[in-house]
């Protein structure tokens, strides 16, 4: 069996998160070996521990990745002294315009596009030079399904997961003939404190767990796009391909417009 289907070493950033954790508690078994980040030591190690308790290894840091020196420091490390099979950069957070509509804040969307986008690059970045030198390894890229057209509601977090999805396809497409597998995943509503600080309504609402399975399943299968709940990924889709007036006014009618 591949390493894409039954990865052994695992590296998560955000393990502290909803689907970070819930994907580390996935992941986590017997002889595996996982490498968990995040700026919550008491919920890293409570994750940490249910981990262990499942039979895996698991080696914690805590940081904030927006400390890139740091963050890049230990990715690469690890990446160097590991055969790091699958590389998640999970961490995230999600910004709005208030419920005024007064707008974001240049702080909040600044600090939204370091965490949401130039975290996970510097992830990919130093992760990469261990993959292409074996020719081996697999990265899952969090996208989101608001990446397929901008929701008025949250400009900055529609903007850096439509930055993401494009940056994995094109990884994809760069590193497939290097042996190395890229996967866009976009989730849509997940059940976390971040998805309930969001506004507007939360169709087809998903558990941490659910969602981690199936991201888990369809890794393994090396799918391009890990796109769901079907139903919210078919209508966010037509979004983007419909003409914007109407995209627009569809979005004012269900609730996501100021």
Not at 55 to 63: D, N
Not at 116 to 134: E, G, K, S
Not at 149 to 170: F, H, R, V
Request: hydrophobic share 40%; aromatic share 8%.
């Amino acid at each position: 069996m591949s390493a894409y289907n039954s990865p052994s070493t695992v590296l998560i950033t955000g393990a502290t998160g909803s689907i970070g954790s819930a994907l580390a508690q996935a992941y986590a078994g017997a002889g595996q070996i996982l490498f968990l980040q995040g700026r919550n030591t008491a919920r890293l190690q409570e994750v940490a521990e249910f981990c262990r308790q499942k039979g895996a290894e698991v080696h914690t840091k805590v940081l904030d990745v927006r400390n890139l020196d740091e963050l890049r420091d230990w990715v690469s490390t690890v990446s160097q002294e590991n055969t790091v099979d699958l590389l998640l950069p999970t961490a995230g957070i999600n910004v709005n315009i208030g419920p005024n509509g007064q707008g974001e804040t240049w702080e909040e969307s600044s600090a939204l596009i370091e965490i949401n986008l130039v975290a996970a690059m510097a992830v990919v970045d130093a992760a990469l030079p261990a993959m292409r030198q074996r020719g081996s390894g697999q990265i899952g890229l969090f996208s989101s399904l608001a990446a397929y057209y901008g929701l008025p509601l949250t400009p900055s977090y529609s903007a850096s997961k439509a930055a993401i999805k494009a940056y994995g396809e094109a990884l994809r497409g760069w590193l497939a003939p290097e042996g190395i597998h890229v996967n866009v995943i976009m989730p849509g509503y997940v059940e976390s404190k971040m998805c309930r600080e969001m506004p507007g309504p939360k169709p087809f609402l998903w558990s941490p767990e659910r969602a981690a399975q199936v991201i888990k399943r369809r890794l393994a299968r090396n799918q391009a796009r890990i796109s769901f709940p079907f139903p919210l990924n078919l209508g966010t889709w037509y979004l983007a391909v419909l003409p914007s007036c109407i995209s627009q006014r569809i979005l004012q009618l269900l609730g996501y417009g100021h």
